[in-house]
């Protein structure tokens, strides 16, 4: 944990909080017997939120065959789950969209990663054919939230940090060691100060380290490997470059083989390009 | 003239070009050149085999080596390229950190491109392939020189 008079402990207290349309609609999710004038009335509050949403509805990702034309329709064709998870995206976009200093990410790349990231958990879930929580997707797209408050810090130690990569230390291992704290943890607190799940929480603080996360949770597994994947396949690879350790306990737990990558990895680019296209139309 | 070659994607260029590609993890980067007939051809493939995903193969040859490569090689002869004047170069191919065989999608990269290399008589003049680092590639197709990037490191390859 982190003092909030540290300056990066500072930085997380500063860190913009989520709007309030997409807390209000999270904390809706669990209850049961939500009504869809509840979410309509909830989206009214923010005209930009329901047009984006419908935007994304409609995004050969989903692959709906009509025209979603109203939050009715998307909460009946999607489930009220699929329409949290895009408000959360639509109001998460503009955070991560930026330049990210440290690692080296041009603007857009952190955010296009995220992207990735998320439909190729999705797409190993599919592959692997797992009982995951329809949470991975948000797990998925806000799991390096904590590169935009580190990433300034990463860049003032820069050289610190590539003497402890030349020790064959990971990335995250030598954030920790220099900085106190890496953007894995970082994340984490951001986003349990926004009041998202604690499995999406768990699941952001261990991604590049499952095996010390104290309970074992397939949405985590799975984050690190589609993680892992996106940036051997380029999307949001940066100044840290590979070096991460990709968990053989996990390789083994998921019974994930090099096919069961290398075909998710053929069709995430597809699958990724078609949602980024409908939030930045 | 600036051509951007994205992750899955092959460009050519002709005098005056510059082909980048930014990024190769594990994925392949081949930069081939003519220095005579002035034309190169730069392959960014993501992965090695494309029986893994025929159809996305048919769709898009160059996003594996085992496609990709012939590809190159037979868009560059139409341009009026010579085999035996070709200069061939390869980047990336690197892995995470750790023996973890599943994630060798980089070195299955590289062993395929070998392979086929082999077969067809191609050595390769230069490589920087391997490790953990990520790459990026200026090919000027006008002197045939191919600079490589990585962290805040330049080369000549």
């Known amino acids: ?281 | 003239m600036n051509h951007i070659v994205n992750v899955g994607d092959l460009k050519l260029g002709g005098n005056g070009d510059l082909l980048v590609t930014h990024a190769l993890g594990s994925c392949l980067g081949l930069m081939v050149y003519d220095p005579v007939a002035k034309v190169g051809a730069l392959l960014h493939a993501m992965l090695p085999l494309s029986s893994i995903n025929p159809q996305k193969a048919q769709a898009n040859p160059a996003m594996f080596v085992d496609t990709g490569v012939p590809l190159l090689f037979h868009s560059l002869y139409e341009r009026g390229a010579v085999k035996g004047r070709l200069v061939s170069k390869a980047a990336g191919c690197g892995n995470p950190m750790g023996k973890n065989e599943t994630f060798k999608i980089g070195e299955r990269n590289y062993t395929v491109l070998k392979k086929l290399l082999w077969k067809n008589n191609v050595l390769l003049e230069a490589e920087d392939v391997g490790g953990t680092n990520s790459r990026t590639i200026h090919f000027n197709v006008t002197s045939g020189e191919v600079t490589l990037s990585t962290g805040g490191d330049k080369r000549l390859l």
């Open chain 1, 1 to 281: 944990m982190m003092l909030k008079e540290h300056p990066i402990g500072a930085q997380v207290e500063k860190f913009p909080s989520m709007p309030g349309a997409a807390v209000k609609l999270l904390a809706l999710v669990d209850e049961p017997g939500v009504s869809v004038p509840q979410i309509e009335s909830i989206l009214r509050q923010d005209p930009g939120l329901t047009a984006n949403l419908l935007r994304l509805a409609n995004s050969a990702y989903f692959g709906i065959p009509s025209k979603v034309g109203s939050v009715r329709q998307a909460v009946i064709l999607l489930g009220l789950k699929r329409v949290v998870q895009m408000v959360i995206a639509t109001c998460t976009s503009a955070i991560m969209d930026r330049t990210v200093p440290g690692y080296d990410l041009p603007a857009g790349e952190l955010w296009r990663h995220s992207l990735a990231v998320s439909v190729a958990a999705e797409g190993l879930v599919r592959e692997l054919k797992l009982d995951a929580a329809a949470e991975i997707f948000t797990a998925a797209l806000l799991h390096d939230i904590g590169k935009i408050v580190l990433g300034q810090f990463v860049q003032d130690d820069y050289a610190k940090i590539a003497l402890a990569l030349e020790q064959g230390l990971a990335f995250e291992t030598a954030e920790s060691i220099v900085l106190g704290i890496n953007h894995a943890e970082i994340g984490a607190q951001v986003l349990s100060k926004w009041s998202l799940p604690e499995g999406i929480v768990h699941a952001v603080r261990w991604h590049h380290e499952p095996e010390k996360a104290e309970r074992t949770d397939p949405m985590l597994d799975v984050v690190h490997v589609a993680n892992m994947l996106c940036l051997m396949i380029g999307i949001g690879v940066g100044r840290d470059g590979l070096n991460y350790l990709p968990s053989p306990v996990v390789t083994k737990r998921l019974g994930l083989t090099t096919s069961h990558l290398e075909k998710v990895a053929s069709q995430t680019l597809q699958w990724a390009s078609e949602l980024s296209q409908a939030l930045a139309a």
